[in-house]
């Protein structure tokens, strides 16, 4: 699949759209004011800025009142790295790169989990911000193994977060658990997305396996790593 192709996906496009306040097909880099960025996410937390690139081009979606400042000295995505934070007034902070990854044919794998609430006593603390259900693959002892997070950003699109416990990997859980969450989002009408660290090698393992192919985006933010030095996790916390 061409990384252009996957921009025409209606329901990808009304997520962006909400999401970031605009998409266009525009060559290059397009800054725009939203405020959406002044606004609470799914956590309850307000990103400032959120970006997604794709090979050709891609939305910058920043606050409307710092819009001016950030066009003027944000004209590329070359640009991100040392020009972004402080246009947003933050210069101590740093620009930072996930791979971003979406479907439309999650892979056909036998379910491994159940939904449980998030607040289920057996539910790590990781996954209680996700709020309802979370999906979880419990060991032959009744205790939690794996578990997958739903990001419910917009009723058009929906992120994957997923953990496995060290006693648990290598078994393909967390492949299972992003495939069959991926299935509950499309059945949904939304699109199933997946961020990762682009050092995270497990993580690229998981997302190829369980059908989502990287088209050579990457969602953009601004926080406590750099881009040249991306924090391993399982997925992007944002």
Same mark, same amino acid.
Do not use: C
């Given at each position: 699949?061409?990384?252009?192709?996957?921009?025409?996906?209606?329901?990808?496009?009304?997520?962006?759209?909400? +999401?970031?306040?605009?998409?266009?097909?525009?060559? $290059?880099?397009?800054?725009? $004011?939203?405020?959406?960025?002044?606004?609470?996410?799914?956590?309850?937390?307000?990103?400032? =800025?959120?970006?997604?690139?794709?090979?050709?081009?891609?939305?910058?979606?920043?606050?409307?009142?710092?819009?001016?400042?950030?066009?003027?000295?944000?004209?590329?995505?070359?640009?991100?790295?040392?020009?972004?934070?402080?246009?947003?007034?933050?210069?101590?902070?740093?620009?930072?790169?996930?791979?971003?990854?979406?479907?439309?044919?999650?892979?056909?794998?036998?379910?491994?989990?159940?939904?449980?609430?998030?607040?289920?006593?057996?539910?790590?603390?990781?996954?209680?911000?996700?709020?309802?259900? =979370?999906?979880?693959?419990?060991?032959?002892?009744?205790?939690?193994?794996?578990?997958? $997070?739903?990001?419910?950003?917009?009723?058009?699109?929906?992120?994957?977060? =997923?953990?496995?416990?060290?006693?648990?990997?290598?078994?393909?859980?967390?492949?299972?658990?992003?495939?069959?969450?991926?299935?509950?989002?499309?059945?949904?009408?939304?699109?199933?997305? +997946?961020?990762?660290?682009?050092?995270?090698?497990?993580?690229?393992?998981?997302?190829?396996?369980?059908?989502?192919?990287?088209?050579?985006?990457?969602?953009?933010?601004? $926080?406590?790593?750099?881009?040249?030095?991306?924090?391993?996790?399982?997925?992007?916390?944002?």
């Amino acid at each position: 699949m061409d990384s252009r192709e996957i921009s025409t996906d209606r329901r990808l496009t009304d997520f962006l759209v909400e +999401y970031l306040g605009k998409w266009t097909e525009t060559q $290059g880099l397009t800054v725009v $004011g939203s405020p959406a960025r002044t606004r609470p996410g799914w956590d309850g937390q307000v990103r400032d =800025v959120v970006g997604v690139s794709t090979p050709h081009g891609g939305v910058l979606s920043v606050a409307p009142d710092v819009l001016d400042a950030v066009r003027d000295a944000v004209r590329t995505w070359d640009d991100v790295p040392e020009r972004l934070p402080a246009a947003l007034g933050r210069p101590d902070a740093t620009a930072y790169r996930g791979v971003f990854r979406w479907t439309r044919t999650p892979a056909d794998l036998p379910d491994a989990g159940r939904w449980v609430d998030a607040l289920d006593p057996r539910v790590p603390g990781w996954l209680h911000p996700f709020g309802g259900q =979370v999906l979880i693959h419990f060991d032959d002892a009744g205790r939690y193994a794996a578990g997958v $997070g739903v990001k419910r950003h917009n009723s058009a699109g929906m992120e994957i977060s =997923v953990g496995t416990e060290e006693a648990h990997r290598g078994r393909g859980l967390a492949t299972a658990l992003v495939a069959q969450a991926a299935r509950w989002i499309v059945a949904q009408g939304a699109v199933p997305i +997946y961020l990762h660290d682009p050092a995270n090698t497990a993580s690229d393992r998981t997302a190829r396996s369980a059908g989502f192919p990287d088209l050579g985006w990457h969602i953009i933010g601004v $926080g406590g790593r750099p881009l040249a030095n991306p924090r391993s996790a399982q997925s992007t916390p944002d």
